[in-house]
């Protein structure tokens, strides 16, 4: 099967059966016999078509005799494909993108399909030097929503925080294609043999300015045997700081109340040397098991697994250190999660705050007295960061907020610390620390 034939297989079924994009496409490609550089055009073509759907439905609504809305689902994902080729990806000829778009609808379409795709393209081609996009001194809202590929309402929630340039600078980020980071698993091996253990590979691998123990290898291609063998973890920089923020030591006791799939509670576990006990709890299940499987991989043996509800009561200790890694709305790694941004709602966003303070306040009573909680979310909205941290601290005169250190690390909304994608080219993360008193 050709590399866009797959692609285009992989979009149906993310668009048929609401797949994630990051689940179906190595799912897809891990039973392809295409070779590497076809895979890598396989998830280029993937998640940029996803990454760019409302841009892309934009610009064929213009140049397609029929409204998007009117056009069966596949053909539009060979529509998207074809405009997505011709738009955003130097590299394709235009008439490679056309003359493969119209052949995929000769093999997959009723006959005649191929002539209106062939003059969609083509208009999309002659017209791509001065494109339709909606006027930005006209509205800018929408402007920013069909120009960057993002819903309405997340433009207008972010205009409304953070202001029109944080916005713009959010959205830009968003649509970089992400760099992949690696926690070089110091319970098996360091940072630098693991870099040494890359560049044997022909990877070449940098060291990252955020975390010791993170390396930024280049490409996506990534040894099997390095992750299997437990050598690394792929882990975003600004989710192994939270770790670090923690800190902490040896022979200490953690409870991670949101722990699946135990990204945190293994480095966690890292950084206390494998020494002392890291009580991990998900109310999933399923999730619960991949922190055991990750345990298994990384060599760490002082994780315990806990199924529970951090809202209701559970039967746990008071322990050193709590940390709340909390479901959360995700609009900080939309870069990395193409699709994710079609499938998050306004409404998600009071819903989780609700839940985020509700498992917050619950799990402070597990902080001993001179011990820490820490709250973290990967999302950029007032709700879920200010709007938890107020409330709860309203409600609890016996923790004070505790500047978040990261070391090497300065932050301006100090005593939380936050990362932006478009700032520190991280996933978005917000951190907020208490000591009990
Ligand atoms: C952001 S993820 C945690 C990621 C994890 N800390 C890591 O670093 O790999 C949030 C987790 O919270 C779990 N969760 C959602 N509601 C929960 C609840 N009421 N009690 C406990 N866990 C919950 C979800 O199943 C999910 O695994």
Known sequence: MSARRLALSILNDIELHKSFAHIAAPAALSTSDLEARDKGLVTELVYGVLRNQLALDWLIDKFASRPVAR??????????????????????????????SVDLAKEQFRPGVEKFVNAVLRSAARGREALPWPKRGRELTHY???FYSHPRWLVELWIDELGVETTEALLIA??????VTLRANTIKTSPQALADLLRQAGIEAAADNICPEAIVPAGQNIPENIIADGLA?????ASIAVGHAIAPKKGESVIDFCAAPGGKATHLAQLMGDDGRVI?????ASRLKLVEDNCRRLGVNIVKCVKGDATKSLSLPEVDHVLVDAPCSGLGVLARRPDSRWRKTAADIPRLAALQLGIVNNVAKHVKKGGTLTYSVCTISNAETYGVIEQFNSAHPDFRPKPVEIPGQTFAESPYARFWPHLHGTDGMFIAQWRRY
């Open 71 to 100: 056009i069966e689902p596949q053909l539009l994902n060979l529509l998207r494909l074809g405009v997505y080729q011709l738009v955003y990806l130097d590299k394709i000829p235009g008439h490679a993108a056309v003359d493969t």
């Open 144 to 146: 920013l929503s069909v």
């Open 174 to 179: 968003d649509n970089k294609r992400p760099k």
């Open 233 to 237: 973890y792929v882990q975003n920089s």
């Open 280 to 284: 991990a709890v998900d109310i999933n």
